[in-house]
């Protein structure tokens, strides 16, 4: 059985920083390009960084690129995202996603979300 499982997430201030880790199981992380993704109160899902299956390619949302770090740990099959400078807009459940190919990530296999919360 496939199993995402999110975690990490919490209320922070402005400017401070989260981990949020997302445990798989039912498939190898290292073997799939993976994605987060978040979706705000009363908004749609916004991809957020993906990493590919060889960890060669990493891409981000230019509202996150030089502030969020997507990584994997294979040993311990679990998905990574390290979130620093973090700002109100950041407010959002974020997931863990396992797109499916050529498919827009709102299709993808996804956990049930950690809710990330930045407030002063």
């Known amino acids: 059985e496939v199993q995402l499982v999110e975690s990490g997430g919490g209320l922070v201030q402005p400017g401070g920083s989260l981990r949020l880790s997302c445990a798989v199981s039912?498939?190898?992380?290292?073997?799939?390009?993976m994605s987060w993704a978040r979706q705000a109160p009363g908004k749609g899902l916004e991809w957020v960084a993906e990493?590919?299956?060889?960890?060669?390619?990493?891409a981000y949302a230019g509202s996150v690129k030089g502030r969020f770090t997507i990584s994997r740990d294979n040993a311990k099959n679990t998905l990574y995202l390290e979130m620093n400078n973090l700002k109100t807009e950041d407010t959002a459940m974020y997931y863990c996603i396992k797109p499916r190919p050529g498919l827009s990530i709102t299709y993808g296999t996804r956990g049930r979300g950690t809710q990330v919360t930045v407030s002063s």
């Open positions: 990493i590919d299956n060889g960890g060669g390619t990493i």
């Open positions: 039912g498939f190898t992380v290292s073997n799939n390009a």
